[in-house]
């Protein structure tokens, strides 16, 4: 195949099952990928640093996913609430690969935890328990079915250009509503990061690293809405289009 066929490849990192001791991953953010015109890849879980550094080399761009809790030993933090369930291994592999893909200024995509994840790498806090620490109305932690959005965000910076450059400007609105399946938040943001979304309750829910050529990371599940929702469809694909 000629190179300049080939579909970006996108290191996808993998979630974790301690009760089986095993990887996994959701089939929504390989099929969004695809969709969006990427080849996704699942990383094994190693805190080998050469391991991880050939692998996060062969990409053209590193996908966060969602799963358990950032350890707050990553911001320097305890545990404050008693209710992290976390995965040390998971923290180190993505620490790993963030230092890498930051330095090539590889784009990264961060989902859920992965948006908490850049934060607190990046210097930033978190809440470590919403309903303990940030009580609050808005459904953060909804049931099923998770492509049923359950509140808004208001957006700004690169996100509102998305948000504006898919529907008709006469109708032009920066909100968007979004599903929610988090109990942590960001609570300090990083230095180097701006928000790009404020939830109605004062939650920032996506973040970007304006001097990179694309890191963006959102609080909200896309890659269950990717079918069906404009907006959704976008981010995707504007990611792997940076990715090539």
Known sequence: MDSSNKKPLIGVMPLWDSEKESIWILPHYLDAIIGAGGLPIVFPFTADLKDVEQLTKLCNGILLTGGQDVSPSVYAMEDETGKTITSPLRDTLESHVLEIALKKDMPIF?????????NAFLGGTLYQDIPL???????????????????????????KKLLSSIQDSSLYSNELTVNSLHHQAI??????????????????????????????????????????DAFSIALFRRFVESCS
């Open 187 to 228: 609570r300090k943001l990083a230095p180097p990061l701006q928000p790009m979304a404020v939830s109605e309750d004062g939650l920032i829910e996506a973040t970007e690293l304006p001097d990179k050529k694309f890191v963006w990371a959102v609080q909200w599940h896309p890659e269950f809405l990717f079918r069906t």
């Open 133 to 159: 620490q940030y009580p609050t109305t808005v459904s953060h932690r909804q049931s099923k079915p998770y492509d049923s959005p359950v509140h808004k965000v208001t957006l700004s910076g690169s996100l």
């Open 110 to 118: 961060g989902i859920c935890r992965g948006l908490q994840f850049i």
